[in-house]
């Protein structure tokens, strides 16, 4: 169904329906507290992620997505640069899209072209895939309080916290959430017809 959507969205855009993405969630970085985000390829029992949560209310095409951090070491690092986005916020869990981006700077910024969701509640992690010998990436706090309360998960249970995911209270965040932008916008309403269309004409040339 998903590829059934974006290849209308395309054709509705060709049309000359416009796509405009809109800002789904937006929460910036207020106090510079960072917390470690990162896949350690040399001491993978530190491996861990903090998670968001995002809810939308219909069905939306993804188009983009930054994070915003700060680097205690050097992007030169980087094995590669990953964003997920699960049902619960569980790193062992089975992504329902997963996206290599890159650092700019200080943050991690990621291309969700062709990445669409349907109306829930949805969990973003976002991980730098490097070595500690290269340093440690650290994702930034908002002062925002959207939905659910931010989630922390180190499978190895390197950080003394357990295998088990937890509130990120229990490493000492007292802020609520992470911060990030994602966008997108809901398929306009041509791009349906011009799917039925083209399915239309397909049908045609068969027989």
Not at 56 to 80: C, E, K, M
Not at 153 to 164: C, E, L, S
Request: charged residues 15%; proline residues 4%.
């Amino acid at each position: 169904m998903r590829n059934m959507i974006c290849t209308a969205v395309v054709g509705a855009c060709a049309a000359g329906v416009p796509c405009v993405a809109d800002i789904i969630l937006d929460q910036p970085s207020m106090n510079g507290t960072g917390y470690t985000s990162q896949d350690f390829t040399d001491n993978p029992v530190y491996t861990s992620s903090c998670f968001d949560d995002f809810t939308i209310g219909d069905t939306y095409n993804l188009t983009a997505l930054r994070v915003y951090g700060t680097d205690q070491g050097s992007s030169s690092g980087n094995v590669d640069v990953i964003a997920r986005i699960f049902s619960t916020p569980d790193l062992t869990g089975v992504a329902l899209a997963t996206v290599s981006g890159t650092q700019v700077d200080q943050d991690l910024t990621f291309d969700f072209t062709g990445v669409t969701l349907t109306a829930g509640t949805y969990w973003i992690s976002a991980q730098v895939v490097r070595p500690v010998s290269s340093g440690q990436w650290y994702w930034y706090t908002s002062s925002t309080t959207n939905g659910a309360h931010a989630m922390f998960h180190n499978p190895g249970g390197g950080f003394g916290v357990g295998g088990d995911p937890v509130s990120t209270t229990a490493i000492g965040m007292n802020e609520y959430d992470m911060a990030f932008t994602l966008e997108g916008y809901v398929p306009a309403p041509g791009a349906v017809a011009v799917l039925a269309a083209a399915g239309l004409m397909r049908r045609r040339r068969r027989n």
